[in-house]
C-alpha cells in the first residue's frame, strides 16, 4: 500500500515542550548579551529558528552573520538540553500522535519533517519524546528564514533518501499554524491542520487547509483522506500511462 509522502511540524503538532524552546531561546539572548537591550516579544507560532535568530541578533544590535547566528544556535542548543532534561518539564506528546504515526508507517506513508526548528534542536525534542525514530529525514529552520522555501527542501531529501519522486499531489504537510499550512500551499501540497497549538479550528479553517481536525486522534479521519489522495494519483498515474 501507498500513502505518500507525510510532513510533520514538531511543536504544537507532535509535542508541546511546555515553552522550553522559547524559554532556551531567552537564556540564550542573555548568556550572549546580558541586559544590554530587553529581548523582544517574539512569535514563535510556526517561526523558523532563522528568523528568530535574526530577530534576537536585531534587538541586541548585533551584526547578523554566519558567525553571530551560529554562536546563538550554539548557546540555545546549550540551554534548550537543560530544559528539556529538567525535572519540572511539563512537555508531553500530543494526542494521538504516536497512534498516527505508526499507522502511517504500516500504510506505507513515507514520513519527514518540516519544521522552523534547527536539525540539532529537533533531534534534542524529538529524542527527549521518543519520536526520533520515526523520521529519517527533514527540512529545518537553519536553512531558510522564510518557511514557505523549505518545502521544497524537504520534498528533495524525500527524492534523495527513498530513490523516488513525490509529486505535490501526493504530498501532506501536516501542522498547527498558518504559516504550516502556507507552507504547504506554496509547494501545491494538501494540508491538515492540526488545532493543539496556540490557533483554534475556526483559526485556521480559515486559512484553507485541506484538512482542520482537533487533535491527531482523529486517526480514522486523517488515515483515510490520506488514503484516499494516494489511490487518487495512483488512479491518475494509470490513466496517463494507459492514454500515452
Known amino acids: 500500500m501507498h500513502c505518500g509522502l507525510v510532513l510533520f511540524d514538531i511543536?504544537?503538532?507532535?509535542?508541546d515542550t511546555g515553552g522550553a524552546g522559547l524559554e532556551a531561546i531567552r537564556l540564550a539572548a542573555h548568556d550572549l548579551y546580558?541586559?544590554?537591550?530587553?529581548?523582544?516579544?517574539?512569535?514563535?507560532?510556526?517561526?523558523?529558528d532563522a528568523g528568530l535568530a535574526r530577530d534576537v541578533l536585531t534587538a541586541f544590535g548585533s551584526k547578523i552573520s554566519p558567525a553571530t547566528v551560529g554562536e546563538l544556535y550554539e548557546a540555545y542548543l546549550v540551554r534548550l538540553r537543560e530544559q528539556l532534561g529538567a525535572s519540572s518539564l511539563e512537555g508531553k506528546i500530543l494526542p494521538g500522535?504516536?497512534?498516527?504515526?505508526?499507522?502511517?508507517?504500516?500504510?506505507?506513508?513515507?514520513?519527514g519533517l518540516l519544521t522552523g526548528n534547527i536539525e540539532a534542536g529537533a533531534q534534542l525534542k524529538l529524542q527527549r519524546f521518543g519520536l526520533d525514530h520515526y523520521f529519517a529525514f527533514g527540512a529545518f529552520g537553519h536553512e531558510h528564514v522564510e518557511r514557505d522555501k523549505l518545502g521544497p527542501v524537504a520534498v528533495a531529501r524525500a527524492t534523495e533518501v527513498h530513490?523516488?519522486?513525490?509529486?505535490?499531489?501526493?504530498?501532506?504537510?501536516?501542522?498547527?499554524?498558518?504559516?504550516?499550512?502556507?507552507c504547504g500551499h506554496a509547494i501545491g501540497a494538501r494540508t491538515i491542520?492540526?488545532?493543539?497549538?496556540?490557533?483554534?479550528?475556526?483559526?485556521?479553517?480559515?486559512?484553507?487547509?485541506?484538512?482542520?481536525?482537533?487533535?491527531?486522534?482523529?486517526?480514522?479521519?486523517i488515515l483515510g483522506r490520506i488514503k484516499g489522495w494516494s489511490d487518487k494519483e495512483i488512479e491518475r498515474g494509470a490513466d496517463h500511462g494507459h492514454t500515452a
Open 193 to 221: 491542520a492540526v488545532a493543539t497549538g496556540s490557533f483554534s479550528l475556526e483559526q485556521l479553517r480559515s486559512c484553507d487547509p485541506t484538512l482542520a481536525v482537533r487533535s491527531l486522534e482523529e486517526t480514522g479521519e
Open 34 to 48: 546580558g541586559d544590554r537591550a530587553a529581548l523582544p516579544e517574539l512569535d514563535v507560532r510556526g517561526a523558523t
Open 97 to 111: 500522535v504516536c497512534e498516527l504515526l505508526d499507522v502511517l508507517e504500516e500504510a506505507g506513508a513515507v514520513l
Open 11 to 15: 511543536d504544537g503538532t507532535l509535542i
Open 163 to 182: 530513490q523516488r519522486t513525490f509529486s505535490p499531489s501526493e504530498t501532506v504537510v501536516v501542522g498547527d499554524t498558518p504559516r504550516d499550512i502556507s
